[in-house]
């Protein structure tokens, strides 16, 4: 039974999420219009998420006790503090270097490949290496929102508007596949701010490991970063556990960010 499941029963009590449902909701509209409200919303971030061939960025933050106790694998708080990131769009490479109370991971992300290591040593676990894979593929799109999603998303359909923080936002559904880390498809809804265009939600399955298929979370982007070249990049980023229970999981701000080797901060 997948580890989200096995939670009291008394956690699950008036835990209902009132959001839509990644891969359920059921759209509206033509999948040429919501590729254009994608399309729009990556021109308001500045452009496509190949734009750069080398970003780096860090990152800070803290783990709910509950996101830790139902998934330590995924959550891995031991290493996953802070990290120092580099993503080369243009070869599809990613490279994490987490810390935390327990030591250093380094992850490395090429393709679908994926290799971890923790203090120097590499492992071969699989639940750890697609815990790895999934984490990695999962701040990619973070990092690169709407753009990533106007490239890889496929089956698109609109659903109805709903307000976030004051704007009103589509809601872009689609499939992704393949899904996230070491899965052949998973699903998200993507919130655009209708005003600003920017992608100030994004819930997503997660299908890419035993012990989270069937729940779904959601990451709120907010306080945004304007680089010198007009690129717009989230800063804070809270994400929640919508489905089997709803809880917050994970709260991290965004500590530095350099593009093609220009500090943005």
């Known amino acids: 039974m997948p580890v989200l499941l096995v939670v009291g029963s008394g956690l699950l009590l008036g835990s209902c999420s009132s959001l839509p449902v990644p891969g359920a909701a059921v759209g509206s509209g033509s999948?040429?219009?919501?590729?254009?409200?994608?399309?729009?919303?990556?021109?308001?971030?500045?452009?496509?998420?190949?734009?750069?061939?080398?970003?780096?960025?860090?990152?800070?933050?803290?783990?709910?006790?509950?996101?830790?106790?139902v998934q330590p694998v995924l959550t891995d708080a031991g290493f996953r503090k802070?990290?120092?990131?580099?993503?080369?769009?243009?070869?599809?490479?990613?490279?994490?270097?987490?810390?935390?109370?327990s030591g250093t991971k380094v992850v490395t992300r090429h393709n679908r490949e994926v290799e971890v290591s923790?203090?120097?040593?590499?492992?071969?676990?699989?639940?750890?290496?697609?815990?790895?894979?999934?984490?990695?593929?999962?701040?990619?799109?973070?990092?690169?929102?709407s753009s990533w999603l106007a490239e890889h998303g496929s089956e698109l359909s609109l659903l109805a508007d709903q307000g976030l923080d004051g704007e009103t936002c589509q809601l872009v559904a689609g499939r992704l596949a393949p899904g996230l880390g070491e899965v052949r498809e998973d699903y998200f809804i993507a919130w655009i701010g209708r005003d600003s265009g920017l992608l100030k939600r994004f819930q997503f399955s997660l299908n890419g490991l035993d012990s989270t298929r069937g729940a779904d979370v959601d990451v709120v982007f907010s306080e945004h970063w304007t680089a010198a070249d007009g690129s717009v990049w989230?800063?804070?980023?809270v994400e929640s556990i919508q489905r089997p229970i709803h809880a917050k999981a994970h709260d991290w701000r965004m500590t530095s960010l350099s593009l093609d080797g220009r500090r943005v901060r």
């Open 31 to 69: 999948g040429i219009e919501a590729a254009r409200v994608l399309v729009r919303s990556s021109a308001s971030h500045g452009g496509g998420w190949q734009r750069y061939r080398r970003v780096e960025v860090g990152y800070d933050g803290e783990w709910s006790t509950l996101a830790v106790k």
């Open 82 to 101: 802070s990290s120092r990131e580099v993503y080369r769009p243009r070869v599809r490479r990613v490279e994490q270097v987490h810390r935390g109370p």
């Open 118 to 145: 923790f203090n120097g040593v590499g492992t071969r676990d699989p639940e750890v290496a697609g815990a790895a894979a999934l984490v990695a593929d999962a701040y990619t799109i973070f990092l690169f929102g």
């Open 234 to 237: 989230p800063s804070r980023f």
